[in-house]
């Protein structure tokens, strides 16, 4: 296909994301399979296209003056810096091309001027957001919120179990790989330009030997914080597809208890496959939705990591469609289902034993005050300052957590250069 041809599948893409508020992979998907003549580079570069549109929504539709498919999408490019002239070459009306620009949308194009827009217009996040992030951030809002609109690099973990970070990074050579800055096994992928591909690492030979697995370094931090070893008696509460769970085992040198649990069975499904690639063989996955069974082991574990469903507020640079589709119901669902993961997990962590949480969020309802509401009912629970929990399982010092706190870290792009993460460690006090 032409640029021009993927330039206009994007805009028809976003307009029917728009129109039937679809998350961006079904539409992307629902388009591949009825254009059977786009090959596998067309579709990666029209969903990067949806997905620049998608990161730019807001202040696109607040320079183009207009929200529809068309107007956010060649804002996007622009916020791309895509230059105008290369913009208006695409768009030559020829057939399965986009109509040549108008003078409006040529001047709105090469001003691209959000000067004096309100700051969820420049931060490109929802309005109704902005108390929670201004809460968060304080005078950062715009630039942390607008690090969270920019593309993501791909990370992966080295498998202790089966490689080290040198053998990953020399296999990933070829995709510019280099370590990660705070994960001593992490190895990054940067993001690619606007005309590359992101890389498929899981069709690498190495990952099929089980070397590496796709994981955010933030996700990797978070594992490592959990401060496993070697014999422990561990619990994976919200496993989900397993990352933590394989780096929860590589660190436990495949000795001693890992338990795997999720609600949702279908979440746990991919682990099977992960653990045999892995090598990792102390691991025991229990079946999805099986409380009964869970709370049946009592107050056993050492450590109890609860990677608590959230509205993934983290990982909008990968999932910009989700920011606009989150709703306050939505958030509301989110914290309460949280409060009943901490529940749960305080009555399985042993005396002495570390309750670890984790979200993917930024939002100060799912982190900060989630805690603040478990800590007021279970009085024997104590905070373990970030900074020490840290220096007992990382390297180099603790960085500033992006909130300006000391109890709990949280992690996000223009600070860190990871995807959103918020980790707090609780201590039970002994018995």
Not at 146 to 162: I, S
Not at 363 to 370: I, K, M, S, V, Y
Request: some cysteine; proline content about 7%; overall charge neutral.
């Amino acid at each position: 296909m032409r640029p021009s041809a993927r330039l206009q599948a994007a805009i028809t893409i976003v307009d029917d994301i728009q129109k039937h508020h679809r998350p961006a992979a079904t539409a992307l998907t629902d388009w591949g399979r009825s254009h059977r003549f786009a090959g596998s580079g067309d579709r990666s570069a029209i969903g990067t296209l949806v997905y620049d549109a998608l990161r730019a929504r807001g202040s696109s539709a607040y320079f183009m003056g207009l929200s529809d498919g068309r107007a956010l999408v060649l804002g996007g490019l622009r916020e791309q810096g895509i230059p105008l002239s290369d913009i208006a070459a695409m768009c030559d009306g020829t057939p399965h091309s986009p109509e040549p620009l108008t003078p409006e949308e040529s001047r709105n194009l090469d001003h691209a001027d959000t000067e004096g827009a309100a700051d969820h217009v420049r931060g490109n996040f929802p309005e109704w957001l902005q108390p929670s992030l201004s809460r968060v951030f304080g005078p950062r809002l715009v630039a942390e919120t607008r690090a969270m609109a920019k593309r993501a690099p791909v990370d992966v973990r080295a498998n202790a179990l089966k490689s080290n970070r040198d053998e990953v990074l020399a296999a990933l050579a070829p995709f510019a790989a280099a370590p990660c800055r705070y994960s001593p096994l992490g190895v990054r992928i940067p993001p690619p330009g606007s005309s590359a591909r992101q890389p498929h690492l899981e069709s690498e030979a190495s990952h099929g030997r089980g070397w590496f697995e796709v994981q955010d370094e933030g996700s990797q931090i978070a594992a490592a914080m959990a401060g496993v070893k070697p014999g422990d008696k561990v619990l994976d509460l919200c496993a989900g597809a397993g990352g933590k769970t394989l780096a929860l085992a590589a660190a436990m040198a495949n000795e001693g208890t890992l338990v795997a649990y999720d609600a949702d069975k279908k979440n746990l499904r991919p682990i099977f496959d992960r653990l045999t690639r892995a090598g990792v063989t102390a691991v025991e996955v229990l079946d999805g939705g099986d409380t009964g069974g869970l709370r049946d082991r009592g107050n056993q574990f050492d450590v109890v990591l609860a990677d608590a469903p959230c509205s993934g507020s983290g990982t909008w640079r990968r999932r910009p469609d989700a920011k606009w589709r989150l709703k306050e119901p939505h958030l509301a669902a989110r914290i309460e289902d949280q409060a009943k993961v901490l529940d749960m997990a305080a009555r399985l962590v042993a005396p002495g034993g570390r309750l670890v949480y984790v979200t993917c969020s930024v939002l100060p309802e799912e982190n900060t005050d989630q805690i603040a509401t478990f800590i007021a009912g279970h009085s024997q629970f104590e905070t373990v300052p970030y900074a020490t929990a840290w220096r007992r399982t990382l390297p180099g010092d603790p960085p500033a957590s992006a909130d300006g706190r000391e109890d709990g870290l949280l992690l996000t792009p223009l600070s860190h250069g990871t995807d959103g993460f918020y980790i707090h460690v609780l201590r039970r006090t002994e018995e």
